[in-house]
């Protein structure tokens, strides 16, 4: 995003962070915004998954955007909300408040632009009475990847990238199947989908080093693919825990899969948006999402043999292939117009 932003502004501009994952920092108070009035020139919110409660802490406005509607009306400078995701998991009973619901509503007339990230997210708003949103991609589509080089894989090498989310699986997924059963019945397809390939890696490519990296997982995944099984994390060990300044050696890494399976958001946009075809597995909305606005197969993992099903029907050829092209297309026309216009304020407000 900020590549993108800076490719279009005339000015060189300075991004500041506010860390949206820590309880201290992500709060935006009085004195915040009095410095965002006086010294900044636009407060950007997004991108990601921030439409669920405080990941771990709870928040002044019971969502992710850690702002009260007071601070809100203090703002005298543009906000930008930027192609923000439905992210409640579907077992979570709790959902987002009515009052997260009604501080949404505010930060929609508050803001100079609003914009989600997928049609599902827009519809989740619409069902709650926030009309006429923008959806635009996320900008994980558009990560340049780094040159990295993966210790033993080579050109022959058929490669399944996984992202496998640790943490909260009793929100993921409908009842009390253990995780290692889960594991199991995954690897068993994804098995036999490589049976008649000779040479072939099960890539698994952590996002959350925290969650991701449980030694129970990785044992598991160990049992079910054998020698098949890359453990990204052990192989290059630097790039955790995760930083932003990493993200272009992700994007290099799925850019090497010959195929991805994603049950992170960003576990799928990132392989597609490098032209790797991608099955969205699981039964969290963002997956499901994305799979909706691409095209892409989604798999539940309930039913028997549906992975192995979406894999055959993701690598089938150019018909996904020259699809995927086209979605990808309209993602840069529609970004760029989007972009363009935050620019537009961000300069109209220098003015």
């Known amino acids: 995003m900020r590549r993108i932003l800076q490719k279009l502004s005339p000015h060189e501009l300075e991004f500041i962070t506010i860390n949206s994952k820590d309880p201290e920092e992500s709060i935006i108070t009085s004195d915040k915004i009095w410095e965002m009035n006086n010294y900044g020139d636009m407060l950007l919110v997004g991108g990601g998954g921030m439409f669920m409660a405080g990941d771990g802490y709870k928040t002044v406005s019971d969502w992710q955007f850690n702002i009260s509607k007071h601070g809100l009306s203090e703002l005298r400078i543009p906000l930008v909300v930027y192609a923000l995701g439905w992210n409640v998991f579907p077992y979570d009973k709790t959902g987002l408040t009515s009052f997260a619901i009604g501080h949404i509503k505010e930060t929609y007339k508050t803001a100079s632009l609003f914009s989600v990230r997928n049609l599902g997210s827009h519809i989740e708003l619409q069902n709650r009475g926030i009309p006429s949103v923008r959806c635009i991609p996320d900008p994980g589509y558009f ?22 989310p640790g943490d909260r699986p009793e929100l993921r997924t409908q009842g009390t199947v253990d995780t290692k059963t889960q594991i199991a019945k995954f690897c068993h397809q994804i098995n036999e989908f490589l049976f008649l390939k000779s040479n072939s890696k099960v890539v698994y490519i952590p996002h959350v080093a925290k969650y991701d990296l449980d030694p129970e997982i990785i044992q598991t995944f160990q049992e079910e693919l054998g020698d098949k099984f890359y453990n990204v994390a052990k192989e290059l060990p630097f790039l955790y825990p995760e930083k932003l300044e990493y993200v272009s050696v992700i994007a290099g890494i799925y850019k090497q899969m010959d195929v991805a399976i994603g049950m992170r958001g960003h576990g799928c ?83």
């Open 269 to 351: 946009m990132i392989p597609y948006g490098l032209g790797v075809p991608v099955v969205a597995y699981g039964e969290h909305n963002k997956v499901k999402f994305f799979a909706g606005d691409t095209g892409s197969p989604w798999a539940e993992w309930q039913k028997d043999d549906d992975l192995k099903r979406a894999l055959k029907e993701a690598t089938a050829g150019t018909i996904f292939r020259n699809k995927q092209l086209a979605v990808l297309d309209k993602f840069r026309q529609e970004s760029k117009e989007f972009n363009q216009q935050v620019i537009m304020r961000l300069n109209g407000y220098n003015l």
């Open 143 to 164: 990560c340049i990847p780094s040159d990295i080089k993966l210790p033993g894989i080579y050109r022959d090498t058929y490669c399944v990238g996984i992202c496998w």
